[in-house]
């Protein structure tokens, strides 16, 4: 998983007009950066977040 695509991955799943990547998702837990909701949810972790936030720091900085 590229980098692109875990931020695609988390967008994904805290966005919703947009269609969230199960699969994905589930990579996602196991970098640490989502972790299950129950049966049929993920959500971003802190780590999630923080890269999230990093990406987002760039743009609106740089």
Do not use: C
């Not at 802190?46 to 890269?51: I, K, Q, R, T, V």
């Amino acid at each position: 998983m590229t980098e692109d695509q875990t931020v695609e991955a988390l967008l994904d799943i805290i966005d919703s007009e947009r269609t969230e990547n199960r699969d994905l998702s589930a990579q996602l837990t196991v970098l640490g950066l989502a972790e299950r909701t129950g049966k049929s949810g993920f959500r971003p972790t802190s780590a999630g977040w923080n890269l999230l936030g990093e990406k987002g720091r760039k743009h609106r900085y740089g």
